[in-house]
């Protein structure tokens, strides 16, 4: 139920933003002129790359749901719509007076996306290794999503406590984690260092 809630939120948010804001922005034209028109900014959106980008974006693949198994990938399409956030987040920027908070808010939710895909990256990992066969994979108890997310949280703030990997795999993985943690804090700290 959460889960459809938050993908009607967001093809919500997606549809509003290609139907009201998208077709709303200004652009400039060959000679340097700013394009402030309505009727002219709708027709070069409908025209751009964007456009096609956008639809390709909103086209209802979880409806494959219905017949197939449920899975996440089939949203996986809204992925290409990325470039409008940072869009998005280079002009509130520009525009915000005190542009560090969007700063430190934007690199925060910067790490937390991190340790979401190492959260999952773990929990694939541990799959791959079998669930519980060795002490550094998740056991299988509890809710698998806390745990994975627990364990991304340890891993990348190197907060130590871990369990010992033992196999080759599982020490690259850590060791991954370990750099890709170092880099990731030290982006936060410059963040909030530039401040």
């Known amino acids: 139920m959460y889960w459809v809630a938050c993908d009607v939120i967001s093809d919500a948010v997606n549809l509003i933003d290609i139907c009201v804001w998208q077709p709303r922005l200004q652009f400039v034209r060959g000679g340097g002129d700013i394009i402030h028109d309505p009727a002219l900014t709708k027709a070069h959106y409908r ?43 280079d002009r509130l920027e520009n525009v915000m007076a005190k542009a560090y908070i969007w ?31 060795t002490t550094w994979v998740y056991d299988g108890n509890g809710t698998a999503y ?28 850590q060791m991954s984690n370990f750099f890709i943690g170092v880099f990731v804090f030290s982006s936060l700290i410059g963040q909030v260092g530039v401040t």
């Open 47 to 89: 025209k751009s790359p964007r456009f096609k980008t956008d639809i390709f974006s909103i086209l209802p693949f979880d409806l494959l749901c219905l017949n197939f198994e449920f899975s996440s990938i089939y949203r996986l399409n809204r992925i290409v719509r990325v470039e409008s956030f940072f869009e998005f987040s």
């Open 103 to 133: 700063r430190v808010a934007r690199t925060t939710g910067y790490l937390l996306f991190m340790l979401h895909l190492n959260a999952c990256a773990y929990f694939v990992a541990s799959e791959h290794q079998g669930i519980a066969t």
């Open 146 to 173: 806390l745990r994975c997310y627990y364990f991304a949280v340890r891993s990348l703030i190197n907060i130590g406590g871990l369990p010992e990997p033992t196999t080759t795999f599982e020490i690259t993985f």
